[in-house]
């Protein structure tokens, strides 16, 4: 019998109808498998992923492929963005077996958990050998099964980094150097094929430009961000970046578009427009924001973690365009228009002759009349898009995505109020957006205490919130905090950090990514590395530092020095998967600066858009009357002779008050 069909996850519910009987991961799950004296298949996957759909295709609907997982295995389908840390257990076992990782994961398992076997995906005719090879083993060489299992084990819980170093200067400075060392200084990002969006250490770059002054960093992340946006892996319709490129020139994606690459993103451009005032940079940012409310908000508030890889099982059939389609759309000498502008040929850049969208003029500093025309060819290519096969959505809401996407919105709203007066790009109020997410993850997210996962149609799923969950929100409720001067997400925020100070510590300055009360596994995973998103360790250091700076509490920020520490030996060797980590390390040696203005007019007043300006990396700014309930930054601060008055602080050290922009400016340089 298939245990599918009561799911939350939209992954799962894909798997609901194989002849494969797969139970969702429980303990009765390894009971079984116990009571039967079967080892266990399970397969890890995400609903957004097209190798998972293949391998669904080939094998698990397949009634001969079902029947002999059935006799021979008890099978647990597993979407990993719901349980990251199983995830973490059996990738890192999968590693360690193969020396590589991915989606679909197949991991054969004893009825204890513990990994023997671990690979990808398997086509069908292999996958068919493999059950009735490792059906044989468990009957003839169980003790040889047992022990390899016993060894992966052994394997994976070792501690990867050994040790902990001061955070430095020299550190920060060292990982840029290696970071140079992988650049590509054509194509822009960090090695070769296939080129994944480097958006942490974009953020990092850019905060060690603005910190150390390093004009080098700010154009590497300028030069990545610009070889990106006028890539296929952006969407050049509709916005929004899909997961990665196949190719080292950013032209072919793998087409799912997750929400945590576009929250990410959405940061580092917005961040490249403060900086520079770059205007492509601005648009990339404004349509990666939209993309969010207009394609991933749920009716709910919060944000959909993903568009699907496929359009009815093939890849890339809603974005890629021919010049005959172009024409049927267009006419003739609109259609030549479009295929010079975005790289549209006969030949084609992707299959079947069709090509993949880049962008190939400058339009961004463009004459109105070109702008104008661009604008017109994208919007009737786009109507025409809508007609087609659209994928599927992964409507699921993960907290800790969405506590990214939230941080993003937030930067961004607060960005273009600074550089427009107010925020009405498109009549999108992107704070009320933040805000109404904020308030799902708080009331259906946030259960007794702790951070559940996931919900679905706004009913909560029953996986436990793990390390970047509560990084991540916690961080996320600092930003809506700093532009809405509502305390209550303080003290959310507050919260949540206890709970990770209680709960996930691992007594010698770093974290765990599960509780001390959660489901035991073969292991305890605590990996500090940064992949796709932020590890639980760099995503609460940032969150402990904004708290920190927030609240003036300095044990918050002695436990982000601590917990970063863990992390330096990955930081000196291999900062490419510490992006975040290091970007906390950027605003721990700024300051982070706290910027308390008083004023009566917290989003126009010159000051807070001159704070807005010129903020060092990782500052905290929040601006309102010295009344204002539960903003301790504001506490006790007056206005100097009845002016708005700006209090800018430095790791708890105070610069006398001002009241001009232009001394505010020189403080914050």
Same mark, same amino acid.
């Not at 079967?38 to 293949?54: D, E, K, R």
């Not at 907290?399 to 427009?420: D, K, P, Q, Y």
């Not at 900062?575 to 600066?593: D, Q, T």
């Not at 708005?644 to 020189?666: N, Q, S």
């Given at each position: ?166 955070i430095t200067k020299e550190l920060l400075d060292h990982a840029v150097e290696l970071l140079r060392g992988d650049y590509d200084t054509v194509r822009g990002g960090f090695g070769g094929a296939p080129k994944f969006p480097p ?88 349509? #990666? !924001? @939209? ?6 908000? *749920?009716?709910? +508030? /919060?944000?959909? =973690?993903?568009?699907?890889? $496929? ?95 939230? #941080? !993003? @919105? ?6 273009? *109020?600074?550089? +427009? /007066?107010?925020? =009405?790009?498109?009549?999108? $109020? ?240």
């Open positions: 019998m298939n245990r599918l069909g009561d799911a939350t996850s939209p992954y799962l519910l894909q798997h609901a109808d194989n002849p494969v009987h797969w139970w969702p991961w429980s303990e009765e799950a390894f009971a079984e498998a116990k009571r039967r004296d079967v080892p266990v298949l399970i397969s890890v996957g995400y609903a957004a992923c097209h190798w998972c759909h293949v391998m669904a295709h080939e094998s698990f609907e397949d009634a001969v492929v079902g029947d002999l997982v059935n006799e021979h295995f008890v099978a647990i389908k597993v979407d990993r963005e719901e349980r990251p840390d199983v995830d973490a257990v059996y990738m890192s076992a999968t590693q360690a077996m193969t020396g590589q990782g991915g989606w679909p994961m197949t991991i054969f398992a004893a009825p204890d958990g513990k990994p023997f076997l671990c690979g990808t995906y398997y086509p069908k005719a292999q996958f068919t050998r493999l059950l009735g090879a490792v059906a044989d083993a468990w009957r003839d060489q169980r003790q040889q099964v047992l022990e390899q299992g016993d060894a992966v084990v052994e394997a994976i819980a070792r501690n990867p980094l050994g040790g902990g170093a001061e958006h942490m250490l974009m953020l990092f770059l850019l905060r060690h430009h603005r910190r150390a002054g390093d004009a080098e960093s700010l154009e590497l992340a300028r030069h990545t961000g610009e070889a990106m946006a006028r890539g296929g892996i952006y969407d050049q319709l509709a916005g929004g970046f899909h997961r990665y490129a196949v190719d080292a020139t950013w032209t072919v994606p793998h087409f799912e578009k997750m929400l945590y690459d576009n929250a990410l993103l959405l940061r580092a451009y917005n961040e490249i427009w403060r900086l520079t005032g770059d205007p492509l940079a601005q648009r990339i940012a404004t349509e #990666t !924001a @939209l993309f969010l409310v207009n394609d991933l908000q *749920t009716p709910e +508030g /919060g944000f959909a =973690s993903a568009l699907d890889a $496929d359009t009815e099982g093939v890849e890339g059939t809603t974005y890629s365009w021919t010049p005959a389609q172009l024409a049927e759309v267009l006419g003739e000498d609109d259609a030549k228009f479009a295929a010079d502008l975005f790289g549209v040929t006969g030949a084609g850049t992707f299959e079947h002759g069709t090509s993949v969208l880049v962008l190939k003029r400058d339009i961004d500093d463009a004459a109105p009349q070109v702008q104008e025309r661009w604008s017109r060819v994208r919007g009737l290519m786009m109507a025409a898009r809508r007609d087609r096969a659209q994928p599927m959505r992964d409507d699921k809401v993960v907290a800790s995505w969405n506590g990214l996407a939230i #941080t !993003a @919105l937030c930067e961004f709203w607060r960005n273009s *109020t600074e550089v +427009g /007066g107010e925020s =009405s790009v498109e009549e999108v $109020d992107f704070r009320a957006v933040a805000v109404e997410a904020g308030e799902l993850l708080l009331t259906h997210h946030l259960v007794d205490g702790r951070l559940r996962r996931v919900s679905r149609d706004g009913a909560v799923g029953r996986p436990a919130g793990v390390l970047e969950d509560y990084g991540c929100v916690a961080e996320a409720f600092c930003a809506l905090h700093q532009v809405t001067g509502d305390g209550r997400w303080l003290a959310a925020a507050g919260v949540l950090l206890d709970v990770a100070g209680e709960r996930f510590r691992d007594g010698q300055g770093g974290f765990h990514d599960t509780a001390d009360d959660a489901e035991q596994l073969v292991i305890r995973p605590a990996d500090p590395t940064d992949n796709a998103t932020p590890s639980g360790l760099s995503s609460l250091v940032n969150a402990l530092l904004s708290y920190a700076a927030l609240s003036g509490e300095p044990r918050w920020r002695e436990m982000a020095e601590r917990a970063l520490s863990t992390v330096a030996p990955l930081l000196a060797r291999h900062p490419r998967f510490a992006g975040y980590a290091a970007a906390g390390a950027e605003a721990l040696l700024s300051g982070p600066y706290e910027i308390a203005i008083v004023t009566g007019d917290p989003e126009g007043d010159p000051l807070v858009l001159t704070a807005i300006e010129h903020a060092p990396p990782g500052a905290v700014i929040v601006a309102g009357r010295p009344e204002a309930p539960g903003v301790p930054l504001l506490a006790g601060r007056t206005m100097l002779d009845g002016q708005p008055t700006a209090y800018v602080c430095r790791g708890f050290v105070c610069d006398r008050p001002v009241t001009t922009t232009v001394e505010l400016a020189t403080i914050l340089g």
